[in-house]
């Protein structure tokens, strides 16, 4: 059990999440009939979305993950990324899904796309549990939504503030 420090407002209950993830899971499949998919997470916050979503899967699957940094304080993006753990399969003529916890500004999402675009997958799409468009600063086409969720800060279901809060099944705000 988590010692919960601040004040958490339900946001998505966890039926509701898995129910959602299920269909995500469902729509993936059917457009990629006949493939095998990638889906490749992007650490921290997309393991326990990735990991259910995957075990949904109807096609099937190989998993990877990258790791991407950017400079500036932990609630934002600045724009700077550096990938600090890359992708090991090889993805070059894959269909490859992207799976993010939450797009938030999308400058992580725009910078990570243009270095996939470069490995010439034969498909690339994004998976995005949450889609807030707030602070949205980058263009980015969110192929397969989860939940738009318009703004606040979210933790749960693999989402932290300060590294806290991930092992909540549900999602909540923080209010800070
Ligand atoms: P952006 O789209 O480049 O601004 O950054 C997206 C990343 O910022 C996400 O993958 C999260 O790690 C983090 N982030 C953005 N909004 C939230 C939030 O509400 N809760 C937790 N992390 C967030």
Same mark, same amino acid.
């Not at 600045?78 to 990938?83: E, L, N, T």
């Given at each position: @059990?988590?010692? $919960?420090?601040?004040?958490?407002?339900?946001?998505?209950?966890?039926?509701? &999440?898995?129910?959602?993830?299920?269909?995500?899971?469902?729509?993936?499949?059917?457009?990629?009939?006949?493939?095998?998919? *990638?889906?490749?997470?992007? #650490?921290?916050?997309?393991? &326990?979305? @990735?990991?259910? $979503?995957?075990?949904? @899967?109807?096609?099937?699957?190989?998993?990877?993950?990258?790791? !991407?940094?950017?400079?500036?304080?932990?609630?934002?993006?600045?724009?700077?990324?550096? @990938?600090?753990?890359?992708?090991? !399969? =090889?993805?070059?003529?894959?269909?490859?899904?992207?799976?993010? =916890?939450?797009?938030?500004?999308?400058?992580? !999402? %725009?910078? !990570?796309? =243009?270095?996939?675009?470069?490995?010439?997958?034969?498909? $690339?799409? &994004?998976?995005?549990?949450?889609?807030?468009?707030?602070?949205?600063?980058?263009?980015?086409?969110?192929?397969?939504?989860?939940?738009?969720?318009?703004?606040?800060? #979210? *933790?749960?279901?693999?989402?932290?503030? %300060?590294?806290?809060?991930?092992?909540?099944?549900?999602?909540?705000?923080? %209010?800070?």
């Amino acid at each position: @059990m988590q010692a $919960l420090e601040h004040n958490l407002t339900p946001v998505l209950a966890p039926e509701q &999440i898995q129910a959602r993830v299920a269909e995500l899971a469902a729509e993936i499949s059917r457009d990629f009939q006949g493939r095998e998919v *990638v889906l490749l997470g992007i #650490l921290k916050g997309a393991f &326990i979305f @990735m990991s259910d $979503l995957a075990r949904r @899967m109807e096609v099937p699957v190989k998993v990877d993950f990258v790791r !991407l940094a950017s400079y500036g304080d932990s609630s934002q993006s600045s724009g700077q990324i550096v @990938m600090t753990k890359a992708h090991e !399969l =090889d993805l070059a003529g894959r269909t490859v899904v992207v799976v993010e =916890d939450i797009v938030d500004t999308g400058l992580t !999402l %725009n910078w !990570l796309m =243009d270095h996939l675009r470069r490995q010439a997958p034969q498909d $690339l799409k &994004i998976c995005a549990l949450i889609d807030k468009p707030e602070r949205r600063e980058a263009q980015i086409e969110v192929d397969y939504v989860g939940f738009q969720i318009p703004r606040g800060f #979210l *933790v749960g279901y693999g989402l932290d503030y %300060n590294e806290c809060y991930r092992c909540l099944p549900g999602i909540y705000e923080v %209010n800070l």
